[in-house]
């Protein structure tokens, strides 16, 4: 058997990804582009983004919400899992960054399906409330929260108020390199990434797990949960 070492989890991360995932030009492009912009290499790994596109099929989502854009490739990932119709609701903090994305989502012929809000999700969030409450639109099916760990709790709890029992809810970089793991860290980060962890394992309104990973970003990991019908609930506020 071979050793965990970083050579071979990205060994095995390529294997996977060219069995599995295969190549897409619009993909490849989009991060190709948002490379070229000088934009940091952390959009997730193909394998992450097929299974966000997967969870999207598997759930039936329609509506899918998602708290950090980049250059869109989640989000393309995303919008090719959703049928005609549906709407990939994305909030990207950085107005040129949302740029790159749109030119990205567009490139990648999914654009009728994307709407992007630029905005700090913390006050982009509370604007998509109204519009459901009022009946315009439907709840959210899917929510993919990928932005500043810090404010993960915050995501979390926008998670189930935009959402209905039965939204899938997946939450990246829950490993940190083992960080998380590590009662004494001092990382504002990964501080956020424990207190949305110990959220979700103590709020009635999400049933959640977590999954290690390893792939070419290196030693990370995934948080899924349900919004159970305790979401459902008049809340006590
Ligand atoms: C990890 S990247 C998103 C990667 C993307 N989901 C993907 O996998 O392709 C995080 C993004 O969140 C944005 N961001 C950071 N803080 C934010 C905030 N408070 N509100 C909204 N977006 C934020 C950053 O500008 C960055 O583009």
Avoid: C
């Amino acid at each position: 058997m071979a050793e965990p070492t970083p050579d071979a989890w990205r060994r095995v991360d390529a294997y996977l990804t060219e069995t599995l995932v295969g190549h897409d030009p619009d993909l490849d492009k989009a991060v190709a582009e948002q490379h070229a912009a000088g934009l940091p290499a952390i959009e997730v790994a193909p394998v992450s983004g097929k299974l966000l596109h997967l969870l999207a099929r598997i759930s039936g989502a329609r509506r899918v919400l998602e708290i950090g854009t980049l250059g869109a490739y989640s989000t393309i990932w995303m919008a090719r899992g959703i049928p005609e119709g549906g709407v990939v609701v994305t909030i990207e903090a950085e107005p040129a960054i949302a740029a790159i994305a749109r030119a990205n989502i567009d490139r990648a012929g999914v654009g009728d399906k994307v709407e992007i809000r630029v905005g700090r999700g913390e006050d982009v969030l509370p604007t998509l409330e109204a519009p459901i409450l009022a009946g315009d639109v439907p709840r959210f099916d899917l929510v993919f929260i990928d932005a500043d760990k810090e404010s993960n709790t915050i995501y979390l709890d926008w998670a189930a108020r935009l959402g209905h029992p039965g939204t899938v809810v997946v939450v990246d970089n829950i490993g940190r390199g083992g960080e998380v793991a590590n009662p004494a860290t001092t990382a504002s980060h990964v501080i956020g990434t424990q207190r949305g962890l110990e959220m979700l394992g103590r709020d009635p309104r999400f049933d959640a797990t977590a999954l290690q990973t390893l792939d070419l970003k290196g030693w990370d990991g995934v948080a899924i949960a349900l919004v159970t019908d305790a979401a459902a609930m008049p809340s006590a506020d």
